[in-house]
């Protein structure tokens, strides 16, 4: 008993430290301390004081922790300084409530972003799933500690800004052997390439001789180029995958070959030392292909969904279309098959059979009637 007339409770806690607990009644400090040592005896302490971290202090620990790829940092670096850590910064992880995520999310979709001449705008919907997807992350680390800093994420269940529909580009057979006409060596056949097999950008550029077998026709997909340089892995275990390449690309790749290492990149500058492709080079070769090959301007990116495209057309199993784009879930691939051209026979046949029996009830009607 305190002489103000409080009563105080004092547990220890794991290294000794003191924890304590004031109120007029006797009851309310001794329940708190006898919680505080059942916890103790289980191996459940946690300091009750351990949420008032910040999320600043929060987030230093969390990143230094943290593995992901460099491209995936560096997209999270940006969101994080330009709409994350502006806002929570000093805030405690146990004062953040959900409501408050939701009205963050609603002030980002109306004036996050900044104009040209500093003034404030709306922030696309794209931009403001990846800045909370990246805070809803840090909080999600924080309830797996062990103790857990926080007892719940506060950014579940907050409501997103409906992203806009996807429209997926293609190229036509036309639009490709234009593009190709007006690509040199080695984009020419860097291209040709993507156009058959979907390989992504960084496949392309990090490709060895050594990962090429030339007589059966397959490439293995294990080094990637990367904005640090060359990496030995790609991006997942699906990336890595075994696929075929058609022969006239193969013999391309041949000759791009010829007097060199049989380990070396395959796709090297024309002049110069040997060296991983710059994308910026390659982009410009690109840009300027498909304006003097009269296409309409799309990314790069497009050869690889063409290529799905034309794998599904020639009914290559969905299955098989996942494992040659490298997709982690076959939800990803199934955004192709409607290019499928068996994939709507059911209902075309369903519908064939509809109009049929409609007609023979019409003809049988009509016979049936006088004159």
């Known amino acids: 008993r305190r002489i103000a007339g409080l009563h105080q409770a004092t547990v220890r806690g794991p290294g000794g430290k003191r924890y304590s607990k004031t109120d007029k009644v006797r009851r309310v400090v001794k329940h708190w301390a006898e919680e505080k040592e059942a916890e103790l ?17 929060w987030h230093d620990r ?7 790829a ?8 940006k969101n994080l300084d330009r709409y994350v850590l ?13 409501m408050e995520v939701e009205g963050w999310v609603k002030r980002l979709s109306r004036n996050g972003g900044r104009s040209r001449d500093g003034r404030a705008r709306p922030l696309g919907a794209p931009t403001v799933h990846l800045a909370y997807m990246v805070f809803s992350a840090m909080l999600r680390a924080a309830t797996k500690e062990y103790p857990p ?3 719940n994420n506060p950014c579940d269940d907050v409501t997103l800004p409906a992203l806009p529909a996807k429209k997926r580009r293609y190229f036509t057979d036309a639009e490709q052997a234009r593009i190709l006409e007006h690509l040199v060596e080695p984009y020419r056949t860097l291209v040709e390439l ?5 390989l992504r950008w960084e496949e392309l550029a ?17 080094w990637v180029l990367t904005l640090q340089g060359l990496r030995p892995y790609p991006k997942s275990e699906d990336s890595e995958r075994i696929i075929p390449v058609p022969t006239h690309v193969m013999q391309a790749m041949a000759r791009l070959m010829e007097g060199r290492d049989p380990s ?11 060296r991983p492709l710059k994308y910026n080079t390659f982009y410009w070769h690109w840009a300027r292909a498909l304006e003097e090959a009269g296409v309409p301007y799309a990314p790069p990116h497009t050869n690889r969904h063409t290529a799905a495209s034309r794998l599904v057309q020639m009914g290559v199993p969905i299955i098989q279309v996942q494992h040659i784009l490298g997709h982690e879930s076959i939800k990803t691939t199934e955004q192709y098959s409607h290019h499928d051209p068996a994939a709507n026979e059911d209902v075309k046949k369903a519908w064939k059979r509809r109009l049929e029996d409609a007609r023979r009830t019409s003809d049988a009607r009509s016979s049936e009637s006088p004159g």
């Open 41 to 57: 005896r289980r191996g459940e302490w946690r300091d009750p004081r351990i949420g008032r971290i910040t999320v600043g202090e």
């Open 62 to 68: 969390w990143w230094a922790a943290r593995v992901v």
């Open 70 to 77: 460099d491209s995936t940092a560096e997209r999270d670096r």
């Open 86 to 98: 502006r806002f929570w910064r000093d805030r405690p992880l146990d004062s953040i409530t959900r």
């Open 149 to 151: 800093i926080i007892m």
């Open 194 to 198: 993507s156009q058959w097999s979907g």
């Open 206 to 222: 990090g490709l060895h001789g050594s990962d090429v077998d030339w007589l059966r026709e397959l490439i293995e997909i294990r």
């Open 264 to 274: 070396a990149l395959v796709f090297v500058p024309i002049y110069g030392p040997e």
